[in-house]
């Protein structure tokens, strides 16, 4: 398991480097980048004894923070993303909110919901979760956990699952985006948790989300 794990980073990380130009097309600057994340990857898991799969996560971002640095690093993070999404927030596309504990959370809202009994992202949210990927990227020392939600409509056998899916679809999307994928969790919360009431159709929208927690890698 704990090798799968390592492996499938190294994959991950190699194939996204090499998709576009190959690794014989590729500068040795690029090639560099590529190879000191796998042996940071390695290095981490070698490392954090306890937790090998958090070990190979802090190699493969470039280290965790240490308690000091954990504020100023999440503050600039949310100052970056109230600016970078100013008008989405605006528009009230999305949420933005950060914790005592300083951990960020970026919270659909219903322009860009799903439909009912649906896990495809409106072509309307791209563009806003564009913005989102620029800046997780930029602040490689968190991990995100993605969150789907649905309404009260159905059966929680099939709400599970959707809600599963509607997190799983921004995974992915992030991912496509230059996130890494081992920084991401998924997990469907079905109908349990609404914003609003369930009894009107824009209570039902609102609910019908997807959250992204971000909180720090520390050491």
């Keep these: 398991m704990k090798k799968t794990l390592l492996a499938g980073l190294a994959i ?6 090499c998709a576009n130009t190959g ?8 090639k560099g980048a590529i190879l ?13 004894h306890k937790n090998r799969g958090k070990g190979a996560l802090i190699g493969a971002v470039g280290g965790a923070l240490a308690g000091s640095a954990v504020g100023y690093y999440m503050d600039q993070q949310k100052r970056d993303l109230d600016t970078n999404l100013a008008s989405e927030v605006q528009a009230g596309n999305i949420i933005i909110q950060q ?5 960020i959370k970026v919270t659909m809202t ?3 919901a799903f439909d009912t009994n649906s896990y495809s992202i409106k072509s309307g949210f791209y563009p806003t979760l564009n913005k989102i990927a620029n800046t997780l990227t930029k602040y490689p020392k968190t991990t995100l956990a993605i969150s789907g939600h649905t309404d009260n409509q159905g059966s929680d056998a099939i709400n599970k699952p959707l809600s599963e ?3 799983m679809a921004v995974s992915n999307y992030l991912a496509g985006k230059g996130v890494i994928p081992e920084r991401m969790s998924v997990v469907g919360r079905g ?3 609404p914003r609003a009431s369930n009894m009107t159709e824009e209570g039902r929208r609102l ?3 997807v959250e992204i927690l971000i909180a720090p890698i520390t050491e």
């Design 12 to 17: 991950t990380l190699a194939v996204s480097g």
């Design 207 to 209: 609910n019908r989300r």
């Design 36 to 48: 000191g994340t796998l042996g940071g990857a390695a290095a981490g898991a070698a490392i954090n």
């Design 165 to 167: 899916n509607r997190a």
């Design 191 to 193: 109908r349990f948790e």
């Design 99 to 103: 914790y005592s504990d300083k951990s």
């Design 110 to 112: 219903s322009t860009t």
């Design 23 to 30: 690794w014989d097309g590729m500068s040795n600057t690029q």
